[in-house]
């Protein structure tokens, strides 16, 4: 008897599993990564981009946001312009260049207040980037 319900319970917990895997897309898939970058999206940039990502009208700033879901359309590209977009995010080397900009400089944000190194701010970079992939032109 003690044989058969610690199988069943083995069988169980087997299932859970298979089911509790089945819900959620492979953890480094460009979904997941996609999913992980929306989540941070609205956590960070709806306050200015807004949550179809098109731009709110902010009389607060100088400059307007961008319409985050033309960033192709707009440069007439085929392919998304990945690093020219993580440094425009990051901003730590478009600082000077551009002196003030309306965004926060989210390389420092992440480095300075969040406490992050290099290669998780790359993968916030990433997660952002995928998002934003999947939105362009919706
Ligand atoms: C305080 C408002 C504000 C917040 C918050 C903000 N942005 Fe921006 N963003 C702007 C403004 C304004 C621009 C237009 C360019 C500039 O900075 O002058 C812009 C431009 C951009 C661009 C360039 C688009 C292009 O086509 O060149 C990207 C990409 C971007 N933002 C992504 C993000 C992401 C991702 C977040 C969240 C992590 C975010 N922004 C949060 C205000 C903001």
Redesign the pocket.
């Known amino acids: 008897m003690k044989k058969i319900s610690f199988l069943s319970l083995l069988f169980s917990a087997f299932f859970l599993v298979i089911i509790s895997c089945d819900q959620k897309p492979p953890k480094n898939s460009r979904v997941a990564q996609a999913m992980r970058g929306k989540a ?2 609205m956590e ?2 709806v ?3 807004g949550e179809d990502g098109k731009g709110l009208k902010l009389d607060t ?1 100088a ?4 319409d ?1 879901t033309e ?1 192709m359309w ?1 440069r007439r590209v085929k392919e998304f312009p990945i690093l020219e ?1 993580a440094n ?2 990051d901003g730590r080397k478009m600082a000077e260049a551009h002196g003030t ?4 400089i ?1 390389g420092e944000v992440f480095a300075k207040e969040e406490y992050l190194d290099e290669k998780e701010i790359k993968g916030k970079m990433a997660e ?1 980037i995928a998002y ?1 992939m999947s939105i362009q032109g919706s």
């Not at 900009?101 to 926060?104: E, I, L, Q, V």
């Open positions: 941070l999206f960070k940039c306050q200015c981009h700033l400059t307007q946001p961008a985050l960033i707009n977009i425009i995010i900009r309306a965004m926060p989210w952002l934003l």
